[in-house]
């Protein structure tokens, strides 16, 4: 089972303000895969990357959203300018698992507040 | 558009008792997956159900695909507290992991 951390756990910004979330694999994985969780309500897709690009993502992906492997081995999702209705938690899931059975697995999220 | 809905979205439930929770999906797929979230944490995958007629089964949960009638089951034996949880199916159209999840269902384990 693939595992990830994610950085920070929290973050509280101000309507406006970029930020930056960050997604540390602890071993090589060719898939990503980012979702996002509005408190008390269903996970939504927002992007997938293979082999550094972007291979697939939703409405919710606007430009105000990109996706990163800076250094090869961290994911990073930015948002440029944070909305209120950005505030949820974010989620990265590498896939993985037993060769013809595999699945996602969600790291343990980073929450965001925007003020 | 694809769309997965689950019912019931809240069930409270006595300890010992058995129970199915339902996946409905509106596009055909033969990839659908079950994921278990605690309060505040994170999502933890249970199942993963490839093909029409596929059955798994961890401890007291069963989870099941017909494909065909765009369904999956999960159904809880004799359940115990430690199953208080939201549950998730989340379907995969496309095969390209883009996962489209449902509503999920609120459980609550009476003792």
């Known amino acids: 089972e693939p595992e990830v951390t994610q950085t920070p756990s929290h973050q509280v910004t101000q309507m406006g303000q970029e930020v930056i979330l960050r997604c540390v694999p602890i071993s090589n994985h060719l898939y990503f895969y980012w979702y996002r969780q509005i408190l008390g309500q269903k996970v939504e897709f927002l992007v997938s990357?293979?082999?550094?690009?972007?291979?697939?993502k939703s409405e919710i992906f606007d430009d105000q959203f990109s996706v990163e492997r800076p250094d090869g081995s961290n994911f990073t999702l930015k948002i440029r300018s944070t909305k209120l209705e950005d505030s949820a938690m974010y989620f990265c899931?590498?896939?993985?698992?037993?060769?013809?059975?595999?699945?996602?697995?969600f790291g343990p999220g980073t929450r965001l507040l925007v003020l | 558009e694809l769309k997965v809905e689950q019912n019931p979205l809240f069930l409270s439930m006595q300890e010992g008792k058995n129970y199915t929770i339902y996946c409905n999906y509106s596009?055909?797929?033969?990839?659908l997956y079950w994921y278990r979230q605690d309060p505040g944490k994170s999502l933890e995958s249970l199942f993963v159900?490839?093909?029409?007629?596929a059955v798994k089964q961890e401890g007291r949960l069963m989870a099941s695909l017909d494909t065909k009638a765009r369904l999956s089951t999960l159904h809880i034996t004799a359940a115990v507290h430690d199953l208080s949880a939201t549950y998730f199916c989340a379907v995969d159209i496309s095969g390209t992991y883009k996962y489209i999840f449902g509503t999920g269902t609120r459980l609550k384990v009476l003792a």
């Open positions: 596009t055909t797929s033969d990839r």
């Open positions: 899931a590498p896939r993985g698992g037993t060769s013809g059975e595999e699945t996602q697995y």
């Open positions: 990357f293979y082999n550094n690009e972007i291979s697939e």
């Open positions: 159900l490839l093909s029409n007629g």
